[in-house]
């Protein structure tokens, strides 16, 4: 348990990961829920290196 606080990227990253497994990485759909458009997306994604990949070791992180 870390006593400091996420930082708004981290909070950023895992609620954009949260979302793209809810909608089974379909990036139209998560634009629509996040808010944001295609190519704001593809920013984030590249900026906090997230790929398919990620949502299973995400899975086994404990967020707190």
């Given at each position: 348990?870390?006593?400091?606080?996420?930082?708004?990227?981290?909070?950023e990253?895992?609620?954009?990961?949260k979302?793209?497994?809810?909608?089974?990485?379909?990036?139209?759909?998560?634009?629509?829920?996040?808010?944001?458009?295609?190519?704001?997306?593809?920013?984030?994604?590249?900026?906090?290196?997230?790929?398919?990949?990620?949502?299973?070791?995400?899975?086994?992180?404990?967020?707190?």
């Open positions: 348990a870390s006593d400091q606080p996420a930082t708004l990227a981290e909070v990253k895992h609620y954009i990961l979302i793209l497994r809810e909608v089974n990485w379909s990036q139209k759909k998560a634009c629509k829920i996040l808010g944001l458009s295609k190519t704001t997306l593809y920013r984030r994604l590249k900026e906090y290196n997230l790929q398919a990949k990620d949502s299973k070791e995400e899975d086994a992180l404990q967020l707190e």
